[in-house]
């Protein structure tokens, strides 16, 4: 129901009759005689509304009264008071409980700090009723921000428009055309629905077609940004088997089991930064992005020297062995953390987004992980086309018995490129981290989808891993929102097979004569 506020109603203090009838009785009486104590303005009402929210009212000896902190207080006059034997708690619905969210919002309108003001808005965007339209016209016309002033003048076509009023509501309807607020959106969808007068429902009508081709624009671009962060992640996770697979020929199943490590790494850190140093903790990822990288690369270089060098040339076995290997990784994990996932908290800085549309935020994590995916291809470039390593691993790669011959230890090279893969996979697994839970079975998610990549890609290229990442991620959700997930990954894999049937080497094939 709507509170009964009269537009005309004089300015005075906040009676203990109101306090009393705002406690106690039918709830539409309640709201009336808060609606007629909000035309007061009277400060002494919030702190009032706000000990009803927090269950400190008590009703005694005719009186409401607060009791906070052990003090009792009466509520009209804020003088001390003594609470009688047989005091009673005051008892609130959830509908009363709105009505005095919406009253402590109404009243905050007024504050002097914008930031409260804007608080309130947003807050009234929910709750609003006719009750309030008064006192959120004086609010527009005191209103000195100009962006809040335009707010407020919409928050006043979303009270008129469920108004009793063809006229108003028709006003309304203009008004609200030029919102870009989801919200109105949505309140317009279900205006129409109620709707009867045919005059009001087209105007209704048109006032949705230019919100929602507004609104469009942020859903489009959210899109494209869900898409080119999935591909970030698939680049990231198919970088390290770029390496073991691309240019090691090795198929490594437990790719995955790898990523899972680099996660679990940040899962230590983290921990060890909250018990050892608790006011650095927004630092921790600092330090798990070395720690990842690590772990994961000592546990790569192991497998690599007691199981992988034997299998060289051999893909079928490394296939098996590595499989093995994955289910070994997952089975320690268990037993070392459980087998339930863990939880990594994000930074503070990390907390949150950035609002660039009202219909669209991007994540500040998901901006994190694009930066952090740009520079690990940044690296892994410099550190494969630029340095002495990178030399001989390309050199090994292409042409191991003439690398030997020219004095390479080709078993070392071995080591350091597996390990450098693995813990590329790593730092995959630190990223992942931040967008989801931790658990023994993470990687199991991106190792069909990294090696779709890797292929799709061509094999050996680097360069073509980047754009068949991106392009997987891009296109899987566009038709997600097209097919839906599932329909979307048969889909994907069609294409993929399709490609591969044209371009068996992939789309970025290595040009030119290699030396086998």
């Known amino acids: 129901m709507l509170l009964c506020v009269a537009a005309s109603a004089g300015a005075y203090a906040l009676t203990p009759e109101q306090a009393l009838h705002i406690a106690q009785g039918d709830s539409d009486d309640r709201i009336a005689a808060l609606g007629q104590a909000l035309a007061s303005g009277d400060p002494a009402l919030a702190a009032y509304v706000q000990a009803l929210l927090d269950d400190e009212v008590k009703i005694g000896a005719g009186k409401a009264l607060i009791v906070h902190d052990g003090k009792v207080t009466d509520a009209a006059s804020g003088a001390a008071a003594t609470l009688p034997d047989d005091a009673q708690d005051v008892i609130n619905p959830n509908r009363m409980r709105r009505q005095f969210e919406g009253a402590l919002a109404v009243l905050r309108l007024f504050s002097k700090d914008v930031a409260v003001r804007q608080r309130a808005i947003t807050e009234l965007k929910d709750v609003a009723g006719e009750g309030h339209l008064a006192l959120i016209e004086k609010a527009e016309r005191a209103e000195t921000d100009p962006g809040l002033k335009s707010q407020l003048a919409r928050l006043r076509a979303a009270v008129l428009v469920a108004s009793s009023d063809p006229a108003k509501r028709l006003a309304a309807a203009a008004l609200l055309a030029d919102s870009e607020q989801p919200a109105t959106q949505s309140l317009l969808i279900d205006r129409i629905a109620a709707e009867t007068d045919p005059g009001v429902r087209a105007a209704l ?55 899972m490590i680099g996660a679990y790494a940040t899962y230590v850190v983290q921990n060890a930064f909250r018990h050892y140093a608790p006011g650095a903790f927004d630092a921790y990822i600092v330090a798990a992005i070395p720690a990842s990288f690590l772990a994961s690369a000592l546990v790569g270089a192991a497998m690599e020297r007691t199981v992988i060098r034997w299998l060289y040339g051999r893909p079928l076995e490394t296939l098996l062995a590595t499989w093995g290997i994955s289910l070994i990784l997952m089975q320690v994990v268990r037993t070392l953390f459980g087998a339930q996932n ?44 630029r340095t002495r390593l990178g030399l001989f691993v390309r050199g090994v790669t292409q042409n191991r018995r003439m690398a030997a011959c020219v004095g390479v230890d080709t078993a070392r090279i071995d080591t350091y490129a597996f390990a450098l893969g693995a813990g590329i996979a790593g730092l995959a697994g630190c990223a992942l981290s931040q967008i989801g ?80």
Not at 222 to 236: A, E, H, K, N, V
Not at 483 to 493: D, E, F
Request: charged share 10%.
């Open 205 to 259: 009508e048109a006032s949705l077609r230019k919100v929602s081709s507004r609104l469009a624009w942020g859903e489009r671009l959210g899109l494209l940004f869900t898409g080119i962060s999935l591909g970030s992640i698939l680049m990231l996770a198919a970088l390290g088997l770029a390496i073991t697979y691309g240019l090691m020929g090795v198929i490594n199943m437990a790719h995955g089991e790898l990523m």
């Open 437 to 516: 839970n931790v658990g023994p079975d993470l990687g199991q998610g991106y190792i069909v989808d990294s090696f779709m990549v890797v292929v799709l890609g061509g094999v050996g290229q680097i360069a073509g891993t980047v754009y068949a990442g991106l392009g997987l991620g891009l296109l899987s959700k566009l038709l997600e929102g097209w097919q839906g997930a599932v329909l979307a990954k048969i889909m994907v894999l069609v294409l993929i097979v399709v490609v591969i049937q044209k371009r068996p080497q992939g789309l970025f094939a290595l040009k030119g004569r290699s030396a086998e």
């Open 342 to 385: 863990v939880g990594v908290e994000n930074p503070g800085w990390l907390s949150g987004g950035l609002v660039v549309l009202p219909n669209l935020t991007l994540p500040y994590n998901r901006l994190a992980i694009l930066v952090f995916a740009v520079l690990v291809l940044a690296g892994m470039a410099l550190l494969i086309g």
